[in-house]
């Protein structure tokens, strides 16, 4: 570790598992202080305990639903009152449930597109706010490979993540001035908690999702919280401080 983010403090929504848990230990050994989201207390407090122990960095989880504009005022406020300051958001708790244009209701619409689009862009207004204040900072979305056109099945949570692509660049276009940097990263596929349990609802295994994924990948297999966490170290850190507006697939070819 070559301590890329050391004394900034960054800010990690949905840190409490998969690929954000990834993220949030990548960073704390990369020197940064943490702060994770989330809604469950104990997944919570047991990362905020791993970053501490076996990482020695400074970390603090804020419990709650930032699918609301004030769930996304008080994660950002919590974590000026407790640090002082905001260098780095990672827009990453998002959620998939399947579902063609066809099914989709408008309840399932709302509760993807609170998650994925609202909170995103509101944890983001927040963020800028401090951000202004201290001199600039540098906010990653994790986009995905269906924010171009979104699978057949996963019609709503294509259109949120779309919703996520311009909000990067209209931050880009938009807060350069202020030395705020604003950049997406295509995810490929990820064998984190959410993926594994939905599969499993579906019928099936993390075996059965490597196995097609040595097909289905072109580079031949999934892609990891770690291979995500590299390139988003990269993107908060000052060796990144000209890169804004860009797009970043971490997906080994699924993406093409
Ligand atoms: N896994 C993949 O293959 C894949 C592919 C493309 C893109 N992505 C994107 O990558 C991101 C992370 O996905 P993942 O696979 O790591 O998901 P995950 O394992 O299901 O983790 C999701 C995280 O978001 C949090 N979260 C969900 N709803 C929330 C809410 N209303 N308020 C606060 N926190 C909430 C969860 O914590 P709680 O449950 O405790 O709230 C959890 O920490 C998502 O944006 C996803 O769309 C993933």
Redesign the pocket.
Known sequence: MANRLAGKVVII??????????IAYMAAGEGAKVV?????AA??ERVTEEIRSSYGAEAHFVQ????SEE?CRRLIAQTVERFGRVDGLV??????PRGTMLATTEELYDSIF???AK?PFFCSKYAIEAMQSTGGGSIVH?????GYKGGFNLAA?GCS?GM?RTLSRHIAAHYAKDQIRSNWV?????????????HENMGSSLGDLQERAKTAVPSGR??T?ED?AYGVVYLLSDESNQVTGSELAIAGGLNM
């Open positions: 929504t949905g840190g409490t598992k998969g690929i954000g848990k990834g994770i989201s989330g809604r469950n997944d919570g709650g639903d930032i699918g769930g827009n990453n708790a998002g959620i998939f609170a998650v994925n909170a994790m986009g995905s490979t269906h949570y993540k996520l295509t995810v490929g596929w990820v064998a984190s908690e959410g993926e594994i349990e939905l999934m892609q919280a995500m």
